[in-house]
């Protein structure tokens, strides 16, 4: 805050409780302030300005319309969606939009919000997007009053969202099946999400346990350190 150009931007949080509903409170209180809002997680290194890159990737099948939302994919599916890295535009839609996803995932204190936003959007497989809904109460569906959460915020409805460029600019790490980047296109990294905090007991499975630490590997080339304990 001491060194920021515009010191009236920055937000002291080192007072606020250090877990992910922080993340989307924060979120909230920026787009509240009117201002468009990107997140980066604490292991997503910024490689250089993102402004000019911030743009879905097929932008021409959104015709004149402009995605409120903007989430780093993996590099073969928009489904495989990461919350470590995305912009939330300070539109109406958004703001009710994070306002649900708040109160989704504080019911689902155990899992990370990035599976609470999964769910919403329907991309977590054998779930029926209907009776999630209804059991949540995101609509009033066919009930004689609306549930309390629909009531409060009014039936969901997810604003247009659209992907990072997931194969030049806004990369995940080789952690995942289909991380990296197109070859040859290192010098258009703009943000490269290392996945070092990816929560291994979060989704009820463990994927990453026999997956050496990529993340740790690539920091220690970076800094020519050898990634040993203690260096």
Not at 139 to 159: D, F, I, Q, S, W
Not at 161 to 178: H, I, T, Y
Not at 198 to 227: C, F, M, S
Request: with cysteine; net charge negative.
């Amino acid at each position: 805050k001491a060194v920021h150009s515009n010191e009236e931007l920055c937000a002291d949080a080192r007072d606020w409780p250090r877990s992910l509903l922080s993340k989307l409170v924060g979120l909230a209180f920026a787009l509240a302030a009117g201002a468009d809002a990107l997140w980066l997680d604490g292991d997503a290194m910024l490689l250089r300005n993102p402004e000019p890159f911030l743009e879905p990737m097929e932008a021409s099948q959104f015709g004149d319309e402009r995605p409120g939302m903007l989430f780093s994919v993996e590099g073969d599916s928009w489904n495989c969606i990461n919350a470590g890295v995305m912009l939330l535009r300070s539109t109406p839609p958004v703001r009710r939009y994070l306002a649900c996803w708040i109160s989704v995932y504080l019911e689902r204190p155990h899992d990370i919000d990035q599976q609470s936003l999964q769910l919403m959007l329907g991309l977590i497989p054998n779930i029926t997007w209907g009776a999630f809904a209804s059991r949540d109460g995101l609509g009033a569906g066919e009930h004689e009053k609306p549930p309390a959460r629909a009531h409060a915020l009014g039936n969901l409805v997810t604003p247009v969202w659209g992907a990072l460029d997931s194969q030049k600019r806004f990369v995940l790490s080789g952690k995942v099946m289909n991380g990296g980047f197109a070859p040859g296109h290192i010098e258009d990294l703009v943000v490269f999400h290392l996945l070092d905090s990816w929560p291994k007991e979060g989704g009820g499975a463990v994927l990453y346990d026999d997956i050496p630490d990529l993340g740790r590997a690539i920091l220690g080339g970076l800094t020519g350190a050898n990634g040993t304990d203690g260096e």
